[in-house]
């Protein structure tokens, strides 16, 4: 059973591009969530989804950054004209239910913006 | 060493010892908590939970202990190894999963 996968692992944008980091969660999970994380810092979370329905995305910023968990295909958490204080690392988590119960994490995507 | 603030707090406990991580959680109504471990480069990895009905919970080597009074919860490493270095963070559930900012644990030879 294959634990959650995200691509790339690592990405490199100039200032102004756009950023889209991709997330499987592990089989059997419907429920997903970013976090971001700042170096030498703790994981803040961003946004929680389930198929194709964004449920909570109270800790994303409002302008240029949003996500999408389709029906069909891994989540999408999508950057746009990105900025060098996007730079971080990005986790996504899955699990099977949404209440106390743990979450799965993959290794991340870190994002370096020139 | 307690997580708090922005910047990594740093426990460094010598090899064999047992070591103890801290951890203030904001929710008083929290139901569930976690704690991760996060080395280097890693995703964060699932150590132990406690539901808020318990007030202590045994793993192999580690123990965590959660004081709902003063919303408080601790993770103690037996047996400190090599391998037990790395970042702990604890997290609190109630709507969603919050963490707090992680304490580095070094572990000395």
């Known amino acids: 059973n294959a634990g959650v996968m995200q691509n790339p692992r690592h990405l490199v944008r100039r200032r102004g591009q756009e950023a889209r980091l991709r997330c499987s969660p592990m089989k059997g999970h419907s429920h997903v969530y970013w976090y971001r994380q700042l170096p030498e810092e703790g994981l803040k979370f961003m946004v929680y989804?389930?198929?194709?329905?964004?449920?909570?995305e109270s800790g994303m910023p409002k302008e240029r950054f949003s996500a999408e968990f389709p029906k069909e295909g891994p989540s999408i958490l999508r950057i746009q004209q990105v900025v060098r204080g996007d730079s971080a690392a990005y986790f996504c988590?899955?699990?099977?239910?949404?209440?106390?119960?743990?979450?799965?994490f993959g290794p991340g995507t870190r994002l370096t913006v020139l | 060493g307690e997580s708090v603030g922005l910047h990594l707090p740093t426990l460094s406990v010598q090899e064999g010892d047992n070591s103890i991580i801290n951890c203030a959680y904001s929710?008083?109504?929290?139901?569930?908590f976690i704690w991760y471990k996060q080395e280097s480069g890693k995703g964060p990895q699932f150590i132990i939970d406690i539901r808020s009905n318990m007030d202590k919970r045994q793993g192999q080597r580690v123990t965590v202990l959660l004081n709902k009074t003063v919303k408080h919860l601790s993770l103690q490493i037996a047996a400190t190894q090599p391998g037990d270095s790395a970042v702990y963070f604890c997290a609190e559930m109630l709507n969603d999963m919050r963490f707090g900012a992680g304490t580095r644990l070094t572990v000395k030879p």
């Open positions: 988590a899955s699990s099977p239910t949404r209440q106390g119960n743990e979450q799965f």
């Open positions: 929710n008083s109504a929290s139901d569930y």
């Open positions: 989804l389930q198929k194709e329905n964004i449920i909570d």
